[in-house]
């Protein structure tokens, strides 16, 4: 998945604004990000209380007078934390330098810092390749740092509130028995549909898939000017996979049943979860439903021209029940779909952040990473910042928190986060996952079947390790 913003009421920035984002370099808590290499110092605006942190049996003041350079994306997080940073400045005496930029002009610097062992990040914003980095020897595992007394205090830091997928993908996504960062953020997928063309047409919300391609069906006949649904059909990992990848678990399979010699992408439950989400899109999406990117089914379903969708409930809720939404007024919410016989099991993907293994100032980092993803930070940021990204489930059990976010948002994603089974993330995912997307585009674009597209990616994927 992609950093993402939001510009409703609990995110604070557009989506459009990634797209378009500008790289800054600023130090402190609510630095100007408008030009490249800004560099100015704010108090910000957190009032949480030292003593939150103080209480805890860490040395926060152990590497005063000192800095990090944080690596991130343009990204809601950012813009999230960096008004409590200055609490985090003053607790530890560390300063922080940030350096923002847009996502792939991110991954290309963060590449080369890793790779080449120049150590310029201490902090970095961590993704899919997680485990390519962990395979090459880029990363640091923090585990030393949990097991130093003098920076970390588990009764305090509380890790069994993370929810466990958050867990699972900062371990590699099963591939590490490692901490190979600390999750900061987490999206997770559910339905999404128009209350009004419901009402309707007397159409019960979907529980299974043949319900909601049966609606999707009725909208799709019935309303001239409205698509049935709309997904991912865009090429990239975080694209079309990323929605496929549910229903393929929904159907029985997972990616890689036997790691490396079986990528699980032709066997009969990955086909059929195919042949589902492909001719749902060709016989009931808009015409470009190959090329659509998760943008692209914001804006369609936020303009009113579908009926429903499945898509990411941390990202597109938001926008979707917000003032520049057409429809903002007639959204529901509810869990993905499943197959009759199958079980539920959304996708869920995380951001974290890690620290390389030739940073030069690993602990400082660690110390941040864990002040970040504290408890009083963490429920302060969604409290009081406008975040609902929350990897903590004590925040989607606040009632301030689901107040703020309303029930149904709040108690639909934290259901779905407890079930949420996310991809495994092996170290040659964005190279497989790359040619794997683009069979499954050239499926929905009508160009091969279903069928054909997994059997050639399993191909791909397997050739690709055996090679």
Request: a negative charge; proline letters at 4%.
């Amino acid at each position: 998945m992609n950093g993402k913003h939001n510009r409703r009421t609990f995110l604070t920035a557009t989506s459009a604004g990634l797209l378009t984002s500008i790289a800054g370099c600023t130090r402190g808590g609510t630095g100007s990000d408008d030009s490249a290499n800004t560099d100015s110092k704010s108090d910000g605006g957190a009032d949480i209380p030292l003593k939150k942190y103080q209480q805890s049996d860490i040395d926060w003041k152990q590497f005063e007078d000192s800095k990090i350079n944080i690596g991130a994306v343009q990204h809601p997080w950012v813009d999230a934390i960096k008004p409590a940073v200055p609490i985090f400045e003053k607790l530890t005496g560390i300063d922080v330098v940030w350096n923002i930029l847009p996502e792939n002009q991110f991954r290309t610097k963060r590449q080369t810092d890793a790779s080449t062992g120049a150590g310029q990040f201490d902090v970095f914003f961590m993704d899919q390749v997680v485990n390519q980095y962990r395979h090459e020897g880029w990363l640091q595992p923090l585990d030393p740092y949990f097991d130093d007394s003098s920076l970390y205090d588990e009764s305090w830091y509380q890790p069994g509130d993370m929810f466990d997928a958050s867990k699972w993908q900062a371990h590699g996504g099963g591939y590490s028995d490692k901490w190979t960062g600390l999750p900061i953020t987490v999206e997770v997928q559910t339905q999404f549909y128009r209350t009004d063309l419901y009402e309707k047409h007397g159409l019960t919300v979907a529980e299974t898939l043949d319900q909601f391609r049966q609606n999707a069906k009725t909208i799709h006949e019935a309303e001239s000017d409205i698509a049935g649904t709309v997904g991912r059909g865009q090429k990239g990992y975080g694209m079309n996979i990323y929605i496929l990848n549910t229903f393929l678990r929904e159907f029985g399979t997972s990616l890689w049943t036997d790691f490396p010699n079986n990528s699980g992408l032709d066997t009969d439950g990955t086909i059929d979860a195919a042949k589902w989400y492909v001719n749902l899109l060709k016989d009931y999406g808009p015409q470009d439903a190959s090329t659509q990117t998760w943008s692209d089914v914001l804006t369609t379903m936020q303009e009113g021209r579908a009926g429903h969708i499945v898509a990411d409930a941390n990202l597109f809720w938001p926008d979707l029940t917000g003032s520049d939404s057409k429809v903002g007024d007639k959204i529901g919410i509810a869990k993905a779909p499943k197959p009759a016989d199958g079980q539920f099991s959304p996708n869920a993907y995380n951001w974290q952040i890690s620290t390389s293994k030739n940073a030069k100032n690993s602990k400082q980092g660690f110390l941040f990473m864990l002040w970040a993803t504290s408890k009083p930070t963490n429920t302060w940021m969604h409290l009081n910042n406008d975040a609902a990204f929350s990897v903590r489930q004590s925040v989607w059990k606040n009632d301030e928190f689901r107040s703020r976010v309303g029930e149904d948002f709040a108690q639909i994603t934290l259901d779905s986060l407890k079930a949420a089974k996310p991809d495994p993330f092996d170290r040659k995912y964005p190279q497989w996952g790359q040619q794997y997307s683009e069979e499954l585009q050239r499926a929905i674009a009508g160009q091969k079947s279903a069928e054909a597209a997994m059997k050639k990616a399993a191909t791909v994927a397997e050739n690709i390790y055996s090679g």
